[in-house]
């Protein structure tokens, strides 16, 4: 069940470039979270954002939250090549749900 | 920081055979979760725990078994693995409170012959 979805699909920017990762999600939240995963290693949380937020901020990193529109994004500025990774959105299957369902991820490449 | 040790990290299985991966969490969570990624597909839920001795069946449950013994341990069982459960393999532990953060192992690469 594909809850949510980020666009684009990939991406590459030159270091001290910044990026923008979209996500789109298809039910009622209370929360979004961002992930990254860096090849060979589990996802981490970067952000968490309720549903009460509009914007979040974790050093280079801004989430943002719309519920009208059902869409989140994360932006991330000057970037560096360690940002090199996979972006992930997650929602709850359910506002009572256990269940973390992520979308397919975003690719980021950050080139020197 | 939270810890989230899977074994082994490499495994290659034959068609047929059975395949137990192993999770173990140091952090006290209540949840556990075992998820699948593969190129295209993201992570795809396939059994989470709620504490010991209970197993739910996530997004694509068929050809797995989960088993949690204890607080700590978490196993996914293949009883009759199959070439197409060629993936790897996270499992993942969380506090049991709202909108929990998952904090992942490292994975664990299976290909199954």
């Known amino acids: 069940s594909q809850l949510a979805e980020e666009n684009p699909w990939a991406l590459s920017v030159h270091e001290g470039e910044s990026v923008t990762v979209n996500c789109s999600y298809k039910?009622?939240?209370?929360?979004l979270q961002w992930y990254r995963q860096k090849s060979g290693e589990g996802p981490a949380q970067l952000i968490l954002?309720?549903?009460?937020?509009r914007e979040k901020r974790n050093g280079r990193l801004r989430a943002t939250l719309d519920t009208s529109s059902q869409s989140s994004s994360l932006s991330i500025t000057a970037t560096r090549c360690e940002d090199t990774a996979v972006y992930f959105c997650?929602?709850?299957?359910?506002?009572?749900?256990?269940?973390?369902?992520f979308g397919s991820g975003t690719q980021l490449t950050v080139m020197p | 920081e939270a810890a989230v040790t899977q074994s082994p990290r490499n495994k290659v299985a034959v068609t047929g055979g059975k395949v137990t991966l192993s999770c173990n969490q140091t952090?006290?969570?209540?949840?556990m979760y075992w998820y699948r990624q593969d190129t295209g597909h993201g992570l795809r839920l396939i059994h989470y725990?709620?504490?010991?001795?209970?197993?739910e069946k996530g997004d694509i449950p068929d050809g797995y078994k989960a088993s949690r013994p204890s607080q700590e341990n978490f196993s996914l069982i293949l009883e009759l693995a199959t070439p197409s459960q060629t993936s790897v393999y996270f499992c993942?532990?969380?506090?049991?409170?709202?909108?929990?953060?998952?904090?992942f192992g490292a994975g664990t690469r299976l290909s199954v012959l």
């Open positions: 993942a532990s969380g506090p049991s409170v709202s909108q929990n953060t998952l904090y």
């Open positions: 039910t009622s939240i209370t929360a």
């Open positions: 954002i309720r549903s009460n937020e």
């Open positions: 997650a929602t709850f299957a359910s506002s009572g749900s256990w269940q973390l369902i």
């Open positions: 952090n006290n969570h209540n949840n």
């Open positions: 725990s709620y504490g010991a001795g209970s197993t």
